[in-house]
Structure formats: C-alpha cells, structure tokens
T-cell receptor
Framework: DGGITQSPKYLFRKEGQNVTLSCEQN?????MYWYRQDPGQGLRLIYYSQIVNDFQKGDIAEGYSVSREKKESFPLTVTSAQKNPTAFYLC??????????????FGPGTRLTVL | QQQVKQSPQSLIVQKGGISIINCAYE??????FPWYQQFPGKGPALLIA?????SEKKEGRFTISFNKSAKQFSLHIMDSQPGDSATYFCAARDDKIIFGKGTRLHILP
C-alpha cells in the first residue's frame, strides 16, 4: 500500500525549541517537498529536494532546515529562528518528470502549535 | 508573473447547483494546470488536471474550462453535493508548481 506518511499528526512546542517533522514515502518518488499552509494563504513552499543529498530553498525557508539522506525520507526541522511556526505542514512527493515538477502526492499533514 | 490568482475565497452553493471557481495567470510558460481538493485536516489530493492545448476536460461531475487567450481556467462542479464541501486549490506549473490561495466551498444540504 503505497503512500506518504507524516508524523506526528499533532505537535506542540514551547517557544525556543526546535522540532522535527517526519515525512516518509514508499512511492519510489525522486522528488519531495515541504509546504506550509495557513488560513487564506494557500500552500507556500518551504524546501524541496529532487535527489538524495540535495535540496533547495523554497519561498519561505527562513527558520527551517531539511535533510535528504535517503530517497524515502525528507524530515523538516522547525528551528527557534522561525518567528511564527504555528501552522499546518504538508509533505509531498512526485516523480521527477524531467521537464518540471510532476503531480504532487500529499501526506496527511502535521499540525504544529507553539505554546 | 509567477502568481496564480484564485477566486472566490469562499463559496456557498445549494445542493444540486453548479459550483464555479476561477483562476487567472500571467506566465505563458505554464504547461500544466491541476486542481486539488482538500478536506479538513487532510492533505490535498489531485482532482483533475488539464494541459493548455485542450479547452475543456471533464471527469464525472467535475469539468475544467481553459481559456488560453484570456489566461484563465475554471473548475465547474455540476450537481454539487454536501460531500463536495472542501477547499479547492488551482495550480500551474512551469519549472515549479504554483498554487492559488484556495477556495473554501460549502454545499448546503
């Protein structure tokens, strides 16, 4: 049963703490993405990775970090430098279509709340 | 240039009615226009998509109309049902996929 899993579903963090959100896919997709969703803001790209051991900043990368050590995994760390981290975080993956991003397959999301 | 402008922000439709969501773009290099459906607390899922060489694509009750000269495309949901209540995102792709800000659709029973 192929798909994308994100954990945890809900996460609470105290101000000043770093937290790491997990994203795993067994679709054998080359590319993986992290988006942030806020009400009325749509989906904003944080980071993306088209190949293992390589990743690029998206539109709102400040205060976030990622790694891509395995094809299946693309964890996102929300650092204390992120000023407003409370949001719904979505991980996605796609086949690398060569000429552009392929269809995005999304995980179920992690809702992060800073207390 | 890279934006995809989506309207309306929210929409209420009676059951059985037609729901229409519109998107506009400026970048003529966009080559793929997907629509995503998202239920509360879930991730978005691809609903239907179109390429710019086609003016209309229909899948069941869902239709994309594409006007290349006007740089606009729209999603029509025929015979709207309460189960269609969700947030809908249009998107467009050149080297990246750019999402609209979403439309929250509510179908009245």
């Amino acid at each position: 049963d192929g798909g994308i899993t994100q954990s945890p579903k809900y996460l609470f963090r105290k101000e000043g703490q770093n937290v790491t959100l997990s994203c795993e896919q067994n679709l054998n997709h080359d590319a993986m993405y992290w988006y942030r969703q806020d009400p009325g803001q749509g989906l904003r790209l944080i980071y993306y990775s088209q190949i293992v051991n390589d990743f690029q900043k998206g539109d709102i990368a400040e205060g976030y970090s990622v790694s891509r050590e395995k094809k299946e995994s693309f964890p996102l760390t929300v650092t204390s430098a992120q000023k407003n981290p409370t949001a719904f975080y979505l991980c996605a993956s796609s086949i690398d279509s060569g000429g552009g991003w392929g269809e995005q397959f999304f995980g179920p999301g992690t809702r992060l709340t800073v207390l | 240039q890279q934006q995809v402008k989506q309207s309306p922000q929210s929409l209420i439709v009676q059951k059985g009615g037609i729901s229409i969501i519109n998107c506009a773009y400026e970048n003529t290099a966009f080559d793929y226009f997907p629509w995503y459906q998202q239920f509360p607390g879930k991730g978005p899922a691809l609903l239907i998509a179109i390429r710019p060489d086609v003016s209309e694509k229909k899948e069941g009750r869902f239709t994309i109309s594409f006007n290349k000269s006007a740089k606009q495309f729209s999603l029509h949901i025929m015979d709207s049902q309460p189960g269609d209540s969700a947030t809908y995102f249009c998107a467009a792709r050149d080297d990246k996929i750019i999402f609209g800000k979403g439309t929250r659709l509510h179908i009245l029973p």
